[in-house]
């Protein structure tokens, strides 16, 4: 099977982020880049299709040169190549026209299966694989705890408010996974070694036969307007319990109106 | 004025969700609110009378297996087919996860801009958004299509405003690639009769120092006495104590309620990321030290195996 998987390099989720100044895009400058977390069981659940049923693992990046890293600890846990799209026209790029520039970079790998995280740690957006999905006419199994694979038919197991449902589609398709599928590998000193040499695409949006104007600020739906820091939240009253920490609790409610 | 209109989440057990009737108090600013009904046969019958309740002034209603048998791309179908015919003012749609998808379909649809998680949305299309973990107050506009909006739970106070819509059934049709994702199977896990998660004005929530999934009884006890939700940190989902659906945190829901309860939570990032914007935080630790205190507005240094007990009986006695 021939499995995509598509991986977002993120600003840490562990440390301070920022929007920029000048043109309100996520600040990367200034940020741990690292590869979003969710990313992580899409990659590990690739690589156990594979090992079960043959086939390639590809990493779907679309990125600033410096995703080129995020690109080789993908490698490193045991994909077999990567495809990095990378524009400087692609600066400030909405969701509807990053959907766009992976749907026509798909376009080009032919995969049966496209496996990506139900969403990003910065944008948190989670429409991504339904809009590429839509855009080439794929099914889309998404929010996925377990994935099935029996011959060209999947079934995930999708989490919902009110428990699961079993959802079923047949190859090709896209599909999303929680944190919750497996647990991803750590990369072997193996593996990092043998990432150095896997090979890595670079296409251009002229390569993609997406016009410049279509992307970046110039081609975006929608627009940052203004972005402020929220205040942080300061500490209030701590008391230590001598025995009678509960009641305080409760009168402190009490005097909130929660009780 | 035009029409707004509300994409009607709703569950099966309590009918519509509270960030409906938000919706169509939201939409009452902008327009005149119309409800659409996606779901399985009587979907809207059964919900018309709270829909009206809160202001819908027409209801659509697309019903059946051939929207409700499949993952969100027939709804989505519909519901650009609806845009189209009845040019609203603005579409409102659930911040949740299907809320998303079918919100996601419809921007491609429609080559349409699109503005999740939103908190606020003004009459001319401005949306805030808080970005990063509620670090970031974000203020944005679609600049292409209509205001597509998915409205975070408990962003707005929902006020009642009666009017006595007529149900509209919409005539489905559908297409084979909006048939590609069956639904064969919808199972329900037990959740007994607690508000869910994201729309609860109180949640209580157990982390790792809850010790183990038997405890947790504990966490539920104090939740079930305020009529509020139980979340559980990533630690203690992760530990087998609670299940993933109820994490509260960077991977898991985000939380805004009234009152946030933190028991056994120290407070990592990860968690605070998922709860920080709600109103009143209360965390009870053992650790004096824990960041969780550095957030909340009032804070027991003890061992929560005494001290909730006792806030417990304390509740019991006052009501």
């Known amino acids: 099977m021939n499995i995509v998987v598509l991986v977002k390099q993120v600003p840490d989720s562990g440390a301070d982020r920022n929007l920029r100044s000048d043109d309100n895009t996520v600040d990367r400058g200034s940020a741990n880049n690292v590869i979003n977390e969710m990313d992580e069981y899409a990659i590990e659940e690739a690589l156990k299709i594979k090992e079960a049923h043959g086939g390639e693992v590809t990493i779907l990046t679309m990125g600033p040169d410096r995703a080129t890293e995020s690109i080789r600890k993908a490698l490193s846990m045991g994909p077999d190549k990567a495809v990095h799209v990378v524009d400087d026209a692609l600066h400030g790029s909405c969701a509807v026209t990053t959907s766009k520039v992976l749907a026509a970079a798909l376009g080009t790998l032919d995969a049966d299966l496209v496996i990506c995280g139900a969403e990003s740690t910065d944008g948190r957006v989670q429409v991504m694989p339904h809009m590429i999905a839509e855009r080439l006419g794929v099914a889309a199994l998404t929010g996925a705890r377990k994935l099935t694979v029996d011959g060209g038919t999947l079934t995930i197991e999708r989490q919902t408010e009110e428990g699961y449902e079993v959802v079923t589609a047949a190859t090709p398709a896209v599909v999303s996974v929680w944190d919750t599928i497996n647990e991803p590998r750590y990369p072997s000193f193996k593996g990092i070694m043998a990432a150095k040499k896997k090979p890595v695409q670079t296409l251009s949006l002229g390569d993609l036969g997406v016009a410049p104007a279509e992307v970046g600020f110039e081609g975006a739906t929608s627009a940052v307007l203004e972005h402020s820091k929220r205040p942080p939240r300061s500490g209030g009253a701590k008391v230590t319990d001598e025995g009678d920490g509960g009641v305080k609790l409760v009168e402190f409610l009490a005097t909130e109106k929660f009780v | 004025m035009s029409e707004v209109l509300v994409v009607v989440e709703a569950t099966r057990e309590f009918g519509v969700k509270k960030v409906t009737l938000e919706m169509l108090t939201l939409a009452r600013e902008l327009g005149t609110p119309s409800a659409v009904v996606l779901g399985g046969t009587g979907a809207a019958e059964a919900l018309s009378a709270k829909l009206g309740e809160y202001g819908a002034e027409k209801i659509y209603a697309a019903e059946g297996e051939e ?253």
Not at chain 2, 220 to 232: K, Q, T
Not at chain 2, 238 to 266: E, N
Not at chain 2, 277 to 286: F, P
Request: aromatic share 4%; no cysteine; charged share 20%.
């Open chain 2, 67 to 319: 929207v409700d048998g499949y993952l969100v791309a027939p709804k989505a179908t519909v519901l650009a087919e609806l845009v189209r015919r009845v040019e609203p003012a603005a579409v409102l749609l659930a911040s949740s996860q299907e809320g998303k998808e079918i919100a996601a379909r419809l921007a491609i649809k429609l080559d349409n801009g699109i503005l999740t998680d939103v908190v606020a949305l003004d009459a001319d299309g401005t949306a805030t958004q808080v970005a990063f973990a509620g670090s970031a107050i974000v203020k944005s506009k679609v600049t292409r299509g209509l205001p597509l909006v998915t409205l975070r739970p408990n962003s707005v106070n929902p006020v009642p405003a009666a009017a006595s819509p007529a149900v509209e059934q919409l005539a489905v049709s559908v297409g084979d690639t909006d048939k590609l994702a069956k639904v064969v199977n919808r199972v329900a896990e037990q959740k007994g009769s607690r508000p869910e998660l994201t729309e609860a004005s109180v949640v209580v929530s157990g982390g790792r120092g809850v010790g183990n999934a038997d405890n947790f009884k504990l966490v539920e006890e104090l939740a079930d006495l305020l009529g509020g939700a139980v979340g559980a940190s990533r630690a203690a989902v992760d530990s087998g104590f609670y299940p993933h659906q109820f994490q509260v945190g960077q991977t898991g829901k985000t939380v805004s309620p009234q009152l946030y309860i933190a028991l056994g939570i120290s407070g990592a990032i990860q968690h605070r990321a998922g709860m920080q914007t709600s109103k009143t935080i209360v965390a009870v630790n053992k650790d004096a030290e824990a960041p969780i205190f550095e957030l909340a507005d009032f804070g027991v240094v003890g061992d929560l195996f005494k001290v909730v007990p006792q806030a417990a009986e304390e509740i019991r006695k006052r009501k």
